[in-house]
């Protein structure tokens, strides 16, 4: 796996040595949406968190426990944390938008701001530890648009590579307040994107369908996705929401649409779920438990409520071991 390689574990300890704030990305579980591709980031560095629609509230018990634990050990290392939350929505098609809002991009984009409001309420508004960033996701060319503080709005898609010598300047103006550090860190992946699009540009992927539309073929329920690194491949729902039955049927209704108008073929999907563990014995065990659970509750969701894709379901169950994130499969059945 090259998440384990020398190489690739080198790579993350470099760059974290370089760019110490920690990442945080709040995103849509839209498959498209892949903060870490679109920005250059080696796998593991931003952290992501998805649900439906990017919808999340300080509020939900379970959501709120993550996130301040996440953020905590950050402050444990030394280390500040900048927290991207994430709109998406497509400049070419309004309906290749976030299904999530009834493709609303005003109401997606006021929720972020929701969002962000209840961050500065608990983590604080000095924003000297907790940096919350509101930025939209263009999914026809995976271009950021920063929202800066004072109600500026810098699209990366419009910024050319040739004038990236400007953007510290940039920064600077749109979060005037922004500790260096994290402007520091934020740079590199402005910069990443501003290639990335460029990139995107010159494969004239965005002329290709099978990019700008829905293709997933797997829905990923659980943590410990990071690793994943292949947009458009899978949707992922994190175990957040108090709801969780919601995003799952969302879910399984876009890999119905996508088998019926033949974006993937129509003869199974994969349902992935997984929960992380740090520690052998109880920690590991409590993994297992969640990740059974996990499953039995979206295989009966799927089954009872799509009984075109109840033939067509093909489930894998795993724990992940978070700090080398080797995958170890898990018989669904053994607890029951």
């Known amino acids: 796996m090259d998440f384990q390689s020398s ?34 980031t080696p796998a593991g560095i931003i952290l992501p968190i998805r649900n439906l629609g ?26 500040r944390t900048l927290m991207l939350i994430t709109y998406h929505y497509s400049k070419g098609d309004s309906h290749r938008g976030c299904a999530g809002f009834g493709y609303d991009t005003d109401a997606a984009r006021s929720h972020t701001l929701e969002i962000k409001r209840q961050v500065e309420a608990v983590f604080g508004s000095g924003h000297d530890t907790v940096y919350p960033l509101v930025c939209g996701f263009e999914t026809d060319e995976d271009a950021l648009t920063l929202h800066g503080i004072g109600g500026e709005v810098l699209d990366l898609c419009t910024v050319s590579p040739a004038i990236q010598d400007t953007l510290p300047a ?28 460029a990139g995107v540009r010159q494969s004239n992927r965005a002329l290709e369908a099978q990019h700008v539309e829905h293709h997933e073929w797997m829905l990923g329920i659980g943590r410990g996705f990071d690793w994943l690194h292949m947009p458009n491949l899978a949707l992922i729902i994190g175990p957040y929401s108090p709801d969780l039955g919601e995003p799952i049927r969302k ?4 890999i119905e649409t996508n088998m019926k ?28 438990v969640k990740t059974r659970f996990l499953s039995e509750f979206a295989t009966g969701i799927i ?34």
């Open 7 to 40: 190489e690739s574990y080198m790579s993350r300890s470099l760059y974290i040595a370089q760019h110490p704030t920690a990442v945080v990305a709040l995103n849509c579980m839209d498959g498209r949406i892949n903060v870490s591709v679109a920005t250059g």
């Open 54 to 79: 990017g919808r999340f509230s300080l509020g939900w018990p379970y959501f709120g426990e993550v996130l301040a634990g996440h953020l905590r050990n950050m402050v444990g290392q030394g280390r």
């Open 170 to 197: 940039v920064m600077a103006r749109l979060y005037p307040g922004m500790p260096d550090q994290i402007r520091q860190d934020l740079l590199p992946l402005v910069q990443g994107n501003i290639s990335h699009i």
């Open 251 to 254: 879910a399984a209704g876009i």
């Open 261 to 288: 108008k033949q974006r993937i073929p129509d003869d199974g999907f994969l349902l992935f779920v997984a929960s992380p563990y740090h520690e052998i014995g109880t920690d590991r065990a409590l993994a297992e």
């Open 303 to 336: 089954r009872t409520e799509y009984p075109n894709l109840k033939d067509k379901l093909h489930v894998r169950n795993v724990v992940i071991n978070w700090q080398s994130r080797v995958l170890e499969v898990i018989d669904p059945y053994s607890a029951w």
